[in-house]
């Protein structure tokens, strides 16, 4: 994947995030069922933001980095 698509991929993740943690599709999973004595709400919640620190961990991983960084020469300040 080119760098442009790897970044547009990322701005979509933390879209993606970001609308699963509204309220309103939080509310989908608001049932009786209780996994291990835990909500379902929390579970998703917590899975959900597992996903996420994992996908950005990815992303950091995958993005090259930028150029202004990688033009410095070691030990030099910035």
Request: aromatic share 16%; glycine share 8%.
């Given at each position: 994947?080119?760098r442009?698509?790897?970044v547009?991929?990322?701005?979509?993740?933390?879209?993606?995030?970001?609308?699963?943690?509204?309220?309103?599709?939080?509310?989908?999973?608001?049932?009786?069922?209780?996994?291990?004595?835990?909500?379902?709400?929390?579970?998703y919640?917590?899975?959900?933001?597992?996903?996420?620190?994992?996908?950005?961990?990815?992303?950091?991983?995958?993005?090259?980095?930028?150029?202004?960084?990688?033009?410095?020469?070691?030990?030099?300040?910035?």
């Amino acid at each position: 994947m080119t760098r442009r698509k790897l970044v547009a991929a990322a701005f979509f993740f933390t879209l993606f995030g970001v609308l699963g943690f509204l309220p309103p599709i939080i509310a989908l999973f608001r049932f009786d069922a209780r996994p291990f004595g835990v909500p379902v709400e929390a579970v998703y919640v917590f899975v959900l933001w597992g996903l996420l620190v994992l996908g950005a961990r990815w992303f950091s991983r995958a993005l090259p980095e930028d150029g202004t960084q990688a033009a410095q020469r070691p030990g030099e300040e910035p």
